[in-house]
């Protein structure tokens, strides 16, 4: 078809005017493409040739749905009067209508339908006969014109202009069809790949090959990433394009405010919504702040979430001021507010819609929120002005609204870019039209998938079902007939659903074997992908470097030998850096690839010239390599999203500290006047809490509460003395004023004595009348330190240390120093450090040994037994960090660790 439309061409003059009508324009220039400068031709689509010959535009389908749905207002059905009014039936209306129209069918609804409806007004009109008589010639290339307007116009064309040529679609041939399946879609388009880089070597260009679907939107993404693989130049026609994520970022939103302000809604509206470079944490701040509703609670809960994130910062930096989740609550912080200045306004324009409006109301509306969250708003704004003709009807709302544009937002495309020479087309069955390949490839030939089953117009009935299969049958047999050579190929698991699939009856009968079942097995002879290896076995025919090191992979696993797989370390650095870190893992020596080794710590670091926390100072006793990532790096693990069942830990934390330090503060007090004071302040600090934090579920927060006084009063009745009298709470060394601190506080670390200093916040000391001093450290978790101890395995450091800096700064004697846990998880057990003296100098020793560790520079992942079941690193060093150390010799830095750990 293509060369004798290509001779008809040839013979025509350059200067005469020619008329060219096909498909698309597209292919009208592939016709033109050889040719010199050409004067007067006119490269036409059907519809264009239409326009320009009336010199009218008709309505498009959506303005047809429009004036459909306006026609059905005012002039309801009396068959379908109840069903009229949903905009379902003025959708399937549009459809069967415009097919009724064009074939002159009778249609069961009659309306009075406006001047320039569709295609048939315009071809009952007058036509520019006048032009048609100027042309030269007249070409028509691949169209169907089955219906009687067509024809009718197409008849005229040809007494208007004798010298024509009309080329109508069909199969030129029916060549030989190779047939090959694969696991799964994925694996299926790389195999489309491998057989486009085979035709390659054979000498067939690129732009001699095309890759015809039948479902654009199933293999789209599979497609783009197999032939960005491969690197293969690919033409996406604009059937097989993306969709616009312009105009499903604005349905997003729309259905955002038909679900009352969904925050899943307006997350996935950020997700989609690239052009604006949203931040990606946007989307997760939405999650953890549980916004729901009204614009009010949006803003309550994202300014609670604020306030929740500042508490957190604070007892953090009380309990642990070198926590890396410090530095990521406060970039969290700036993120909410640049949240809350973009959000909320949109928010409080959505509000108001739940109320039925005009059409012409509703438009203005979208249109305003396009312009205010969209960078590319003119595409929403063409798609708009079709719905002009539904601006004077009343009372829709807005689920009515976000039917009609569902179909329309969801589906605008972006615009392919660059033109198609020299590279691979992939579009749909219609691309075939008119056009010539020297390979042709069908994916997708599963059963009920291609060709998909067919289903009778609800309005027309099966008047139109032949017609239809008769379409559907012409399109595949002009995809095969457009090509040389022709790959059939089908996927045999849909891994969307879960189930196996089968060939379709097509794909069977193009296969040409004598059986089902021989049919099957050559299909999967010729493909050589399998789930478990995804890789042929000949690395010759691998479509790029990963598959090319899994071919090799499975030839080593038949005959190793030296240097054979050298090649990895060339794939990509980061495999070989990978690879020589384990090489390194598997040395009986300790390297660098086991943590931080022979390489010297920063003296700024050494704990003789900075202070640390005691919990930082605990994790050495884990594992050094986790006390240098914590403490140094500050490294930690992302927040996952909690559960609505119970306070978060640092808020509850941080609630019984602020009620436990307001309580001392009041003073001293027999035990009934504690209780009472004690309550008072609970409801107060409960108080301010709801209004900072405006917790999701109140009802879930006030029970948190009420347990929690209820298991401080316990507390407090257990550990009551007579003889002692709490004199400080919250007593800070080196740390922020962002939480009520004891006003006898120093901005100066605390002196631990040779050399050592400590920063922290000592929660109680108590005081009796011979000036004797007890430091208790409260614990709201559970308890797995024994009742009695002096340094615990190194695990519990803050009675030593809170004892050794209260006596520095206070000058007077420390007689006891405990945890309490003062909760029902902690059973409100007691756990007591026994004989300051001997724990002091296990201390110092323990400091010793992190000292002469840190100026080595050796802090190996060396973890306590089961340390790295829990531990918030072991993506760093793997999960058989603990069974690598034991095959590691002993060092001097790993025997003073193994001593530190059997400290009693």
Not at 30 to 57: C, H, I, M, N
Not at 588 to 599: E, F, I, L, N, Y
């Amino acid at each position: 078809m293509m060369q004798r439309a290509r001779d008809f061409l040839n013979r025509q003059a350059a200067h005469r005017p020619l008329l060219i009508v096909s498909p698309s324009r597209a292919i009208s220039e592939e016709l033109t493409r050889p040719r010199e400068a050409t004067f007067g031709w006119y490269r036409l689509s059907w519809q264009q040739l239409v326009e320009r010959l009336t010199r009218k535009r008709p309505l498009s389908r959506l303005a047809r749905w429009a004036t459909l749905q306006k026609l059905l207002r005012l002039q309801p059905p009396d068959r379908f009067a109840e069903v009229s009014r949903y905009p379902g039936f003025s959708l399937c209306l549009e459809r069967s209508l415009h097919q009724a129209r064009l074939y002159e069918l009778e249609h069961p609804v009659g309306l009075e339908l406006p001047p320039d409806y569709d295609e048939v007004d315009l071809l009952q009109a007058e036509w520019d006969e006048e032009w048609l008589r100027g042309m030269g010639a007249l070409l028509v290339v691949g169209l169907s014109l089955d219906s009687p307007h067509q024809q009718r116009l197409l008849n005229r064309l040809r007494e208007l202009i004798p010298n024509h040529l009309v080329l109508q679609p069909e199969p030129l041939h029916r060549p030989k069809v190779e047939t090959l399946s694969a696991p799964d879609e994925a694996l299926e388009c790389q195999e489309i790949a491998r057989q486009l880089l085979r035709a390659a070597e054979r000498g067939t260009r690129w732009e001699e090959m095309a890759v015809l679907l039948r479902q654009p939107e199933v293999y789209r993404a599979s497609l783009q990433s197999a032939m960005r693989r491969a690197r293969i130049p690919a033409f996406f026609a604009e059937s097989a394009q993306s969709p616009n994520p312009q105009g499903r970022a604005l349905l997003s939103l729309l259905e955002c405010a038909r679900e009352n302000l969904s925050a899943l809604r307006f997350a996935e509206y950020l997700s989609l919504a690239r052009q604006l470079k949203t931040p990606y944490r946007w989307e997760e701040l939405l999650g953890a702040a549980w916004v729901i509703r009204t614009p009010e609670r949006w803003r309550q809960r994202l300014q609670g979430l604020g306030q929740e994130r500042r508490q957190q910062i604070a007892q953090l930096q009380r309990d642990e001021p070198e926590s890396p989740k410090i530095l990521y609550y406060q970039d969290e912080l700036e993120q909410l507010r640049q949240l809350e200045g973009f959000a909320l306004p949109l928010i409080e324009r959505m509000a108001g819609w739940q109320r039925s409006r005009s059409w012409g109301e509703w438009l203005s509306e979208i249109l305003a929120l396009a312009h205010q969250c969209l960078v590319d708003p003119e595409v929403i704004e063409e798609k708009l002005e079709e719905l002009q003709p539904l601006r004077d009807i009343p009372d829709v709302p807005l689920s009515e609204v976000v039917t009609v544009l569902a179909p329309e937002l969801s589906q605008l495309t972006v615009p392919p870019k660059g033109h198609r020479y020299g590279k691979v087309l992939i579009g749909s069955l219609q691309e075939a039209r008119g056009r010539e390949f020297e390979l042709v490839i069908l994916p997708g030939m599963a059963e009920r998938r291609f060709p998909p089953p067919i289903q009778p117009d609800p309005l027309l009935g099966d008047v139109l079902l032949q017609r239809q299969l008769a379409e559907e049958r012409l399109a595949i047999d002009l995809a095969l007939g457009c090509g040389r050579r022709v790959c059939a190929s089908y996927p045999r698991q849909d891994q969307q659903n879960g189930r196996p699939l089968l060939p379709s009856a097509t794909f069977l009968e193009l296969s040409g074997a004598p059986t089902y079942q021989q049919s099957i097995q050559a299909a999967a002879a010729n493909g050589c992908l399998t789930p478990a290896w995804p890789a042929p076995p000949d690395p010759a025919q691998a479509v790029d470097r990963e598959e090319h090191a899994l071919s090799w992979f499975l030839r080593l696993r038949a005959e190793a030998r030296a240097g054979s797989a050298h090649f990895l370390l060339r794939l990509s650095p980061f495999l070989a850096q990978a690879m020589r870190s384990r090489m390194r893992m598997e040395r009986t020596g300790w390297t660098r690839a086991d943590g931080r080794v022979s390489q010297p710590c920063p003296e700024s670091s050494w704990p003789n010239r900075r202070p640390f926390s005691p919990s930082t100072l605990q994790k050495f006793a884990v594992c050094p390599y986790q006390f240098w990532l914590y403490s140094a790096y500050r490294l930690g693990p992302r927040d996952r999203p909690r559960e609505l069942e119970e306070m978060d830990p640092l808020t509850r934390g941080n609630f019984v500290h602020a009620v436990h330090a307001r309580l001392v503060w009041r003073g001293p007090a027999d035990l009934d006047t504690q209780l009472s004071s004690l309550r008072e302040e609970s409801a107060q600090v409960a108080r301010e809490y709801a209004e900072l934090l405006c917790p999701l579920v109140p009802r879930i927060f006030q029970d948190e509460v009420n347990q929690l006084t209820h298991e401080m009063e316990q507390w407090l009745r257990a550990t009551y003395e007579p003889g002692w009298q709490a004199r400080y709470a919250e007593l800070a060394f080196q740390l922020s004023d962002d939480l009520e601190r004891d006003p006898a506080s120093r901005p100066q670390p605390a002196d631990l004595g040779h050399g050592y200093r400590m920063r922290g916040s000592i929660d109680r000391i108590e005081i009796n009348g011979q000036g004797q001093l007890k430091v208790v450290d409260l614990k709201t978790g559970r308890n797995k330190i024994p009742q009695v101890y002096r340094l615990a395995r190194g695990e519990a450091l803050q009675p030593v240390l809170y004892a050794l800096a209260v006596e520095q700064a206070l000058d007077a004697p420390v007689v006891e120093s405990r945890l309490d846990f003062m909760t029902l998880r902690g059973n409100f057990s007691q756990s007591r450090l026994s004989e300051i003296g001997e724990a002091r100098a296990l201390l110092y020793e323990a400091l010793g040994a992190l000292q002469q560790s840190m100026q080595a520079g050796h802090l190996p992942a060396y973890p306590k037994v089961d340390g790295c079941r829990y531990c918030d690193y072991r993506g760093v060093c793997g999960p058989e960090a603990q069974s690598r150390a034991r095959r590691k010799p002993p060092s001097t830095v790993t025997q003073a660790v193994d001593r530190w750990r059997e400290m009693p």
